[in-house]
T-cell receptor, first 117, second 113 residues
Framework: DTEVTQTPKHLVMGMTNKKSLKCEQHMGHRAMYWYKQKAKKPPELMFVYSYEKLSINESVPSRFSPECPNSSLLNLHLHALQPEDSALYLC????????????????FGPGTRLLVL | TQLLEQSPQFLSIQEGENLTVYCNSSSVFSSLQWYRQEPGEGPVLLVT?????EVKKLKRLTFQFGDARKDSSLHITAAQPGDTGLYLC?????????????FGTGTLLAVQP
């Protein structure tokens, strides 16, 4: 099973709402990621969790709050978002985080399409 | 400054044509990966190239890593509508225990039947 699942598939929220995005993998991967992707653009890394600890935060605004409750689950809590935060939010996982070896593969979920009104 | 520049940015071709997508950098990478992202899906890994000058084939797709490991190309022979998607190269950045993948600027390919 090489599947990463994400819920919900679509989300519309107001700027004062609080919502959460969920991601799950059962491949035994120890690294999980959140990316933001605008239309026809490459994914931009937001956060990296390695062994359930936050190892990379790409200077993401605090209105995005990640959480890794266990090695299979990754959440992204959203609060007071702006319209420019509307995008596809992708979750990914990999066995490890040593991409320089050329042996790591990231598996992506289908994404949550977020619209902030 | 974008570390991995892809060209062309957009490509619309007819079924059966050949095409080449380029991924260029001024930096040396230990490896480069190519992903394809279809509409409504996340990116899917196609190949990883690790040795300068390496050529890998995946059916009608041929990937090459430059001798100096600063660039890579993807050649598609006899393109089919199913090849439509966003093609992304990606390379590792950062030393130490945790690296991250940085993605190229992307090439959006549309193959018309």
């Amino acid at each position: 099973d090489t599947e990463v699942t994400q819920t919900p598939k679509h989300l519309v929220m107001g700027m004062t709402n609080k919502k959460s995005l969920k991601c799950e993998q059962h491949m035994g991967h120890r690294a999980m990621y959140w990316y933001k992707q605008k239309a026809k653009k490459p994914p931009e890394l937001m956060f990296v969790y390695s062994y359930e600890k936050l190892s990379i935060n790409e200077s993401v605004p605090s209105r995005f709050s990640p959480e890794c409750p266990n090695s299979s689950l990754l959440n992204l809590h959203l609060h007071a978002l702006q319209p420019e935060d509307s995008a596809l939010y992708l979750c990914a996982s990999s066995q490890g985080v040593r991409f320089v070896t050329g042996r790591e593969t990231q598996y992506f979920g289908p994404g949550t399409r977020l619209l902030v009104l | 400054t974008q570390l991995l520049e892809q060209s062309p940015q957009f490509l619309s071709i007819q079924e059966g044509e050949n095409l080449t997508v380029y991924c260029n950098s001024s930096s040396v990478f230990s490896s480069l990966q190519w992903y394809r992202q279809e509409p409504g899906e996340g990116p899917v890994l196609l190949v990883t190239v690790v040795t300068g000058g390496e050529v890998k084939k995946l059916k009608r797709l041929t990937f090459q890593f430059g001798d100096a490991r600063k660039d890579s190309s993807l050649h598609i022979t006899a393109a089919q509508p199913g090849d439509t998607g966003l093609y992304l190269c990606a390379g590792p950045l950062g030393g130490g225990a945790t690296n991250k993948l940085i993605f190229g600027t992307g090439t959006l390919l549309a193959v018309q039947p």
